[in-house]
Structures are given as C-alpha cells and as structure tokens.
C-alpha cells in the first residue's frame, strides 16, 4: 500500500511480504529492494537442511572509509503465524485513523518489521562516509534459530567484517516508546524428562511397573529447588514444568511410559550445562531419563559507553530516560554478544505476537529518529 511518509510506505512493502518463520524469498526481496540504493553490498545465503532449514539470512554492509568505525544493525523478518480473527488481512497492512493518531496494523508491525522499516529510513539519511553500517537480518529467529542468526555470523566472520556494536531492534518498550533498554537476557534451556516402567493390569500391580508417581516425585522435587534470589541486573532464576504427558487412553492399564518437560530459564549465577547436570542427577533417582536442549547463556552488556549513548539518543528524542534491563525472553542478541557489544531497543511490545498487532505511525517517526541518533553516534565514539 501507498503512504505519504516515506517510512510507513517501507513498513507496509515489508508487512505485504507474507513470512512466518522461517522466512525467505519475498520479504528479503523487499529489504534488499531498499537497501540496494543505499549502497548496501548484499550478501543472501540459505543456511541448513530440513527439518529446521534451509533458512534465509542476510547480511548487508555499506562500507565506510578505510579504518572508519563498524555498527550494525540486527533483526529478523520472520514472523509467528498470525492466528484467527484478525480485523483485517495480516498481511496487508492497513493504516486506521484513532484519537491518539494513525495506527499501522499487520502482522510484523512490532515484531520486528516496523523497527527494520525504521533502520532503514535512519540509514537513508545518513552519508557513506560517516562510517561502515551493516544490517545482520535473519528468516529464523522466531522458530528454532538453528540456523539464523548463529550461522550468519559465520559468514561475517569469513567476510572479515566484524562490526564494533551493535543494536537489536527488538521491541523492548513497555508502556511507552523508550521506556525500557535490554542490555542482557537471561539463559534459557528446555528439559525432557521421560520416565519408563512396565505396562499392566491395574488389578495386578505387583506385576507392573508404573512410572507415573516416580516421575510425579521428581517434577515435585525439582518444583521445590529455589535456583536462586537473583543478582544486580538479573532477577530470579526459574525453572517451570511445561508439560505432563501419559497418553493412555486405556482406564484399566497401568502404562509403561510417562514424560515431562522443564524450561529453565537463569541468569548469570549459572550456565546451562550446569542446570542440566543438576536435574539429570535428580532424575537417576527416580529412573528418569533425560534430553536437553540449550538455547542459549545468560549475558549482559554492562554499563557504560554504549549504554549511555543509547539512552542518550533516547532521551533526546522522547525526554525518557530509559530503564536498563534483563527482563523477558531471550533473543537473537545472544548470539551477536560473541560479535561485540549488543544492545537491544525498539517499539512498545503490547501487541507483539497478538491479533491485530500494531504500532502507532508517531511512534515509528520517533523510533527512526532515535536510531538514527544511536548510528551516528556510534560511529563516532570509541567502543565499550
């Protein structure tokens, strides 16, 4: 759809572009559209093998002068399914006019097309020879990330162009655009849990075996371990049942098998091999067994240059100073850590993942300038 402003009208081109995880094909299309002009290299590479892949990532760069400073930005195009019950097509965008001003509704709008849109239109203003800007986009963050953002990386460090910070557009605002920074996230790891017996007649038990109170004890024991009260930056680890499952359908069988599984999610006083060596020593009690997945450590960009330059930027243009935090979910920035600093800032996430999601119009204006601001000044500044 057409648009007046120069910005919205790059939303909507991205927001058009159906692309539930993992994305490919024509919302990268669309980026690649926009970048091109810029004087944006681009560099499209389709990264694993079914089932989790092949996803597609792209890394686009437009290089300074020789020696100039290296800030990227991150994101994905990808998108969860938009589920039923949408006022209108979930993607088609669609601008409707409310009190408080225009709303720009599709699915992406927040997560995380609208703040890419934003990236780009900062960048579009901003001259070649300021400093080296790259775009790190995945198809894959909202699924598996398998192969994201985790492979792309290894095809920057074989480009040799590692950048020296950068910025996940990530929607971390809460109640108002730049209320809230993430300068780290906690670890996350998914645990299952599979208890077997000896299948039999519930009227002859001393002839079976059943593996359901032995896996009941175990969920009770580690639903009673406090992991810990937290630290500075990070709150309180948990770990959370997620799942109980027997399948037997039959009511006068004793089964032979019954599972669980665990997601753990814990701040830097832990690592997820540790977690997982933990709960596998408690689970031999039981005679349960054991599968795990990590995805990912806990991490934290502390305070300091960067940080600063990011609330700076923040507060000139919206006269917030934001909350430095570690809350919520993981995210792509996990991986980008091992690149350089990360930080992660963009829109108000109320509606992210949820029907009818939108962002307000102002709120993109702001969110360009904004990053507009932080490229600048990152180029500028030396590293923390």
């Known amino acids: 759809m057409d648009h007046p402003n120069d910005l919205v009208s790059l939303a909507c081109r991205l927001i058009d572009a159906p692309s539930v995880s993992p994305a490919s094909g024509a919302v990268f299309d669309a980026l690649c559209a926009m ?12 990264d694993g093998e079914p089932p989790e892949g092949p996803v597609e990532n792209l890394f686009a760069v437009r290089q300074g002068p020789p020696g100039a400073r290296h800030f990227a930005f991150a994101g994905h195009l990808d998108v969860v399914p938009p589920g039923e019950g949408w006022a209108s097509a979930p993607f088609e965008a669609q601008i409707r006019h409310a009190p408080g001003g225009d709303l720009l509704y599709g699915r992406g709008a927040v997560d995380m097309k609208g703040a890419i849109a934003a990236m780009v239109a900062a960048v579009a203003a901003i001259p070649a020879e300021a400093g080296t800007i790259s775009f790190i986009i995945t198809g894959d963050e909202e699924g598996p990330a398998k192969y994201g953002t985790a492979a792309l990386l290894d095809h920057i460090r074989a480009l040799g162009l590692l950048p020296d910070l950068c910025l996940v557009g990530e929607p971390t605002s809460v109640q108002e655009l730049g209320d809230m920074v993430k300068i780290g996230r906690r670890g996350s790891v998914n645990v299952w849990l599979t208890a077997r017996g000896m299948q039999g007649h519930v009227a002859y038990p001393h002839l079976a075996d059943n593996p359901i109170p032995r896996l009941v004890a175990l969920l009770a024991e580690l639903d009673a371990i406090e992991l810990d009260r937290g630290t500075h930056w990070f709150q309180a680890s948990n770990l959370e049942i997620t799942d109980i ?6 009511t006068n069988v004793i089964p032979a ?10 701040n830097d006083l832990h690592t997820g091999p540790a977690l997982v060596e933990m709960v596998t020593a408690i689970a031999a009690k039981h005679r349960t067994d054991v599968r795990a997945t990590l995805h990912g450590e806990a991490f934290i960009t502390l305070p300091g240059d960067f940080s600063a330059m990011v609330a700076g930027a ?20 996990r991986f980008l850590r091992s690149l350089c600093p990360v930080i992660e800032f963009g829109l108000i996430n109320a509606t992210m993942h949820k029907t009818d999601e939108a962002v307000a119009v102002e709120d993109l204006a702001v969110l360009e300038r904004i990053y507009r601001q932080i490229a600048l000044r990152a180029l500028a500044t030396a590293s923390s």
């Open 35 to 46: 970048l091109e002009p810029l004087g944006f290299a681009l560099h499209r590479f389709m």
């Open 257 to 266: 098998e019954a599972r669980a599984r665990l997601s753990i999610r814990y």
């Open 245 to 250: 499952e027997v399948g037997n359908r039959a």
């Open 314 to 333: 923040v507060a000139a243009e919206t006269g917030i100073e934001p909350t430095l935090s570690t809350t919520g979910g993981t995210s792509d920035a």
